[in-house]
């Protein structure tokens, strides 16, 4: 896509989700969810939106979610509806 990447897109019936995914081995450098700075949520909602925008467009009735999945270490944690 351009001007943009989206690391996960799911859908479950009229539901679109947008998922940025976040990893570090450890907090030393701040935690996964620490990264997700205004630029980093500004670049995924561009992005997202745009898809969002295309597959709008060919069906109506779509909602859009993004979310938030953080990896440290082995330790998953999915963060719904965070932006």
């Known amino acids: ?11 479950k019936g009229k539901l679109v989700v947008v998922c940025e995914v976040k990893a570090r081995a450890s907090t030393h450098y701040g935690t996964p969810l620490e990264a997700m700075t205004p630029t ?4 995924v909602q561009r992005a997202g939106y745009a898809y969002f925008r295309q597959l709008s467009s060919q069906e109506k009735g779509l909602r859009l979610r ?8 082995t330790h998953l944690e999915v963060f719904e509806d965070l932006f």
């Open 66 to 73: 993004f979310d938030v999945a953080t990896l440290l270490g």
């Open 40 to 43: 980093k949520i500004a670049r």
């Open 1 to 11: 896509m351009r001007g943009g990447e989206l690391d996960i897109v799911l859908r």
